[in-house]
């Protein structure tokens, strides 16, 4: 998800030009480093919240 979200907003900001691969890339380690952390801790959190939404007994 972040590979495509990082190339399709960086393709909408810069166009394809010569400097396109670099800046997806940086793009992409910025977002990869920010949003694994991201979904690893708040995993578990949306899942016990959606849960007691829907009323389910989580296991």
Same mark, same amino acid.
Do not use: D, G, Q, S
């Given at each position: 998800m972040i590979f495509i979200m990082t190339f399709v907003i960086? *393709?909408?900001?810069m166009g394809w030009g010569e400097h396109f691969v670099w800046a997806w *890339? +940086? =793009?992409f380690g910025? =977002?990869?480093a920010v949003g694994v952390p991201v979904i690893f801790f708040l995993a578990p959190i949306a899942? +016990?919240?959606?849960g007691k939404v829907l009323g389910l007994n989580p296991a």
């Open positions: 960086t *393709m909408v900001n *890339m +940086k =793009a910025i =977002a990869y899942r +016990k919240l959606t």
